[in-house]
Nanobody
Framework: VQLVESGGGLVQPGGSLRLSCAASGFTFSNYAMNWYRQAPGKERELVAL????????DYADSVKGRFIISRDNAKNTVYLQMNSLKPEDTAVYYC?????????WGQGTQVTVSS
């Protein structure tokens, strides 16, 4: 199983970024996918999750109305569209899934929101 995030970077407050997570090594369309983030000095927190079909999703209260999680099962990729970014969104963002009793993380992509 491999999860590879991309799309992070430096953005001004109020700006947007779209993160991607390319998955391989498992049947992507069978599993829910999550995005987590970890800011310096803070615990890793769940940002958004999406079911295997993409039919349902949920978000942390801190990002509701600003972030959108989606997936393309034909491309084995999950996305996180981040709008109206705030400095407090600065963190390393990780893609995550679990298969049976095993959990899998990507290497993370840095998002920095600063003027």
């Amino acid at each position: 199983v491999q999860l590879v995030e991309s799309g992070g970077g430096l953005v001004q407050p109020g700006g947007s970024l779209r993160l991607s997570c390319a998955a391989s090594g498992f049947t992507f369309s069978n599993y829910a996918m999550n995005w987590y983030r970890q800011a310096p000095g803070k615990e890793r927190e769940l940002v958004a999750l999406i079911t295997s079909t993409g039919g349902s999703s949920d978000y942390a209260d801190s990002v509701k109305g600003r972030f959108i999680i989606s997936r393309d099962n034909a491309k084995n990729t999950v996305y996180l569209q981040m709008n109206s970014l705030k400095p407090e969104d600065t963190a390393v963002y990780y893609c995550y899934t679990y298969i049976g009793r095993n959990t899998y993380w990507g290497q993370g992509t840095q998002v920095t929101v600063s003027s």
